[in-house]
Each structure stands twice: as C-alpha cells, then as structure tokens.
C-alpha cells in the first residue's frame, strides 16, 4: 500500500444511485482512450480506479457526466499517525516555498474527528516544511489545497483534484432521443441532453457549405461524451439561399426533427429552445406538433442558467457563449411563412440526407466535413430548381 497512488472519482449528487452506470462507463472511456487499468470498485461513496497511468486515466474519467470530481491521491490506513504522517509528507513534496495552504479532510472518521486530524496535520506540517515558509491560509486565501477524503478503511490524500461536469451518468436512463444541432443553443442543448442521461442520435441541418465547418467543429465537441467509440451522425441540408430568422430556421429543423422521429423507433425529440429566451407561443406551438405526432419533446434548455455556460465551456464550446448570450437579449420578429412553402422546404430537407459513421478520435473535424461535401454536388442538382429566395 506505501507509496500507492490511485485515481478517485466523486459521483456528482444525482449519480449516487447511478453508480453501477458511471462505474461501467469509466471502464469504457478508459479502454475508448487504450488506458490500462487493473481494478475499479467501489468504496463508501466514491470509486478507486487502480490504473497504470493516473494522471491519463484521471483526465479521460473527468470527460464523463455524472461526477462531482476527479482526484489522484495517495492511499495510508485510516487510522490517525498514518494520515498525519502520510499528509504531512504529501505536503512537503508538493507545496512551493512561501505558499499558503487549506487542508480539508471528509469522510468517515474512527476514533477521532477530521477536525482533530485537520489540526494535527497543519502543525506537523508546518514543522516539517520550516525552511520553506510554508504556512496555513484560509478558506477565502490560500494558494494551494490539500484535500483528504475518509473511508472506513482508507484515507485518501489527493494530491490533485479536479471539479467534474455534474449531471447524471451516461446513457444511464437507458433511453434514446434525437437531437438536432443547427446553431449555438441547440449544440448546447444537444450538451444538456447527454448530461441529463440519454443516449443521443445526433443529426445536422445547415443551409449553406460555409456553415459546415462551425458545426462540424461543435459537433466534434459533443460526440466524444457519447462514450462511443463509433457513432452514426445524420446530416440534412436546408434548401435555402439565405440566412433564416431564428424562428424560422428553428421552425424548421423542428419539422425536420419530427419527421425523422415518426418515421423511427425513438420517440423522444430534444428540442433546442427555452421558453427563456424564445417567444412561448413559439414554443408551445412546436410543442403541440410534437405531441399531435405521438412524440414525446424534452426541453432540456428550460431552466437555462450559469450552470449550462459552464458545462459548454468545460467541453471547449466556450467560443460560442457569446452568441447565446445575445439570444437573450434579442427581439424576435413575426417570420412566419406560408405552411406550403415550410412543408417544401421540410421534404427536401429530408431527401438530403446523408449519414456518416465515424470512428471518435481526437479530432474528427476533417474526416466529417469531407464525408459530408462529397456527396453535395449531387444534392445541389437534385434540389437546384427548388432554392428559394426568402430568408
């Protein structure tokens, strides 16, 4: 057990009666990403993973929802001089001369208080770093934080730690619904419902080639949390020669959406709107279509707030938030047009389609938009005389 160093994983609070689901995707992500690990379990309210690279194995885990943390800590016995001593060496190996430091320590405590180990702790730290000027801050001004975290048998002295995304475990409501991304909002909610624990079909709808390769880039974001070493993506084009007013291209991929739902055994549409941002009598409008067609439309954007922000800019999406931002601030105008010409448009859309099976890497940006342009020409000479005017 000396000298152990072992990857912990914090379940994020609604995962805590998920955690068979998040155990069995933390082994996926790590055979995904080839990192060799000998045993993964769990303790009390967390889970080991012994892995042959913690710090490789740590960063692939904290790509997964459903965690409250990710930490590679230094396993000592639970039992008071083992932990004083063990964080009392951790320290001195990690800290820098002149730092402030926080020691935290949770969990089960046997015999003693973690307020007791807290104290005994900084001063035989304090004593063992003298030279280093090494002293104790406070929870609003340290420089550095030293957590450790208790099990009936364990202590656990995590030498880094890293928040988690939060939400709930992959795919663990064992459900499939389909998402549509076509501009900023809607590839973040598309985020929020893999957070929230479905398992997506993703599809594109674009208007133009020059849009290809700023959702392309989203896209390529958000398949790497399908936990999925391969993935199926499904690409529509709009025939259109202008940029659409939001409601109307939202109108419209909503329609599309709803068309490929019917005709497919996942009955559940994640819909990229917020009654936050968006006109109610435009959503409820779209909700109603939903519904007239047996379909069941989720929301996952409803309770749009700070926390959605973060999780976009924690997966590198945080060059759209801006755009969304403005969203807020924006006067929709009426766009609606003639229910014939919508419809046209819808068909055609739909006849576009071509699907795309990727294998996920670290960047599939290049590999998508060649798949994806290969096959345009043919659709431009089968739609080229119904391209419409109006935007």
Same mark, same amino acid.
């Given at each position: 057990?000396?000298?152990?160093?072992?990857?912990?994983?914090f379940?994020?609070?609604?995962?805590?009666?998920?955690?068979?689901?998040?155990?069995?995707?933390?082994?996926?992500?790590?055979?995904?990403?080839?990192?060799?690990?000998?045993?993964?379990?769990?303790?009390?309210?967390?889970?080991?993973?012994?892995?042959?690279?913690?710090?490789?194995?740590?960063?692939?885990?904290?790509?997964?929802?459903?965690?409250?943390?990710?930490?590679?800590?230094?396993?000592?016995?639970?039992?008071?001089?083992?932990?004083?001593?063990?964080?009392?060496?951790?320290a001195?190996?990690?800290?820098?001369?002149?730092?402030?430091?926080?020691?935290?320590?949770?969990?089960?405590?046997?015999?003693? %208080? @973690? =307020?007791?180990?807290?104290l005994? +702790? $900084?001063? #035989?730290?304090?004593?063992?770093?003298?030279?280093?000027?090494?002293?104790?801050?406070?929870?609003?001004?340290?420089?550095?934080?030293?957590?450790?975290?208790l099990?009936?048998?364990?202590?656990?002295?995590?030498?880094?730690?890293?928040?988690?995304?939060?939400?709930?475990?992959?795919?663990?409501?064992?459900?499939?619904?389909?998402?549509?991304?076509?501009?900023?909002?809607?590839?973040?909610?598309?985020?929020?419902?893999?957070?929230?624990?479905?398992?997506?079909?993703?599809?594109?709808?674009?208007?133009?080639?020059?849009?290809?390769?700023?959702?392309?880039?989203?896209?390529?974001?958000?398949?790497?949390?399908t936990?999925?070493?391969?993935?199926?993506?499904?690409?529509?084009?709009?025939?259109v020669?202008?940029?659409?007013?939001?409601?109307?291209?939202?109108?419209i %991929? @909503? =329609?599309?959406?709803?068309?490929? +739902? $019917?005709? #497919?055994?996942?009955?559940?549409?994640?819909l990229g709107?917020?009654?936050?941002?968006?006109?109610?009598?435009?959503?409820?409008?779209?909700?109603?279509?939903?519904?007239?067609?047996?379909?069941?439309?989720?929301?996952?954007?409803?309770?749009?707030?700070?926390?959605?922000?973060?999780?976009?800019?924690?997966?590198?999406?945080e060059?759209?938030?801006?755009?969304?931002?403005?969203?807020?601030?924006?006067?929709?105008?009426?766009?609606?047009?003639?229910?014939?010409?919508?419809?046209?448009?819808?068909?055609?859309?739909?006849?576009?389609?071509?699907?795309?099976?990727?294998?996920?890497?670290?960047?599939?940006?290049?590999e998508?938009?060649?798949?994806?342009?290969?096959?345009?020409?043919?659709?431009?000479?089968?739609?080229?005389?119904?391209?419409?005017?109006?935007?």
């Open positions: 057990m000396k000298n152990e160093v072992l990857v912990i994983v379940p994020s609070i609604f995962s805590k009666n998920k955690v068979s689901s998040l155990m069995a995707n933390i082994k996926k992500v790590l055979k995904i990403q080839n990192q060799k690990f000998r045993k993964i379990r769990k303790e009390g309210d967390v889970i080991i993973v012994e892995a042959d690279d913690p710090v490789f194995a740590s960063s692939a885990i904290n790509t997964l929802f459903g965690i409250k943390g990710v930490a590679i800590a230094k396993r000592v016995n639970n039992n008071f001089e083992s932990i004083v001593n063990g964080v009392s060496k951790a001195a190996d990690i800290f820098l001369k002149g730092e402030r430091f926080l020691l935290q320590i949770e969990g089960y405590a046997k015999g003693f %208080t @973690t =307020k007791d180990i807290e005994a +702790a $900084t001063s #035989s730290l304090i004593e063992k770093t003298a030279g280093m000027g090494i002293k104790p801050g406070t929870s609003k001004k340290y420089d550095r934080k030293l957590y450790v975290y099990t009936k048998l364990n202590a656990y002295i995590c030498i880094y730690y890293d928040n988690g995304l939060g939400g709930v475990p992959n795919n663990s409501q064992n459900k499939e619904m389909v998402c549509c991304i076509f501009d900023e909002l809607s590839a973040v909610s598309c985020l929020e419902t893999i957070k929230q624990g479905f398992d997506v079909k993703i599809i594109v709808c674009y208007s133009k080639d020059s849009e290809l390769l700023h959702l392309v880039r989203m896209v390529n974001q958000i398949i790497h949390r936990v999925k070493p391969k993935i199926n993506l499904e690409f529509y084009k709009i025939p020669n202008k940029k659409l007013a939001s409601l109307l291209l939202a109108e %991929t @909503t =329609k599309v959406l709803v068309r490929i +739902a $019917t005709t #497919s055994s996942t009955k559940r549409i994640s709107l917020s009654p936050l941002i968006h006109p109610v009598d435009f959503v409820e409008s779209l909700i109603k279509q939903a519904y007239n067609k047996n379909l069941v439309p989720y929301f996952p954007l409803s309770g749009l707030d700070d926390n959605v922000f973060e999780s976009a800019r924690e997966i590198g999406l060059k759209y938030l801006d755009r969304i931002k403005k969203l807020g601030s924006s006067r929709f105008y009426d766009s609606k047009q003639p229910a014939k010409k919508i419809e046209k448009i819808v068909e055609e859309s739909i006849t576009s389609k071509k699907t795309i099976s990727v294998n996920v890497g670290q960047n599939n940006v290049h998508i938009l060649d798949e994806v342009r290969s096959n345009n020409w043919r659709f431009m000479k089968k739609i080229g005389q119904f391209i419409y005017p109006w935007g």
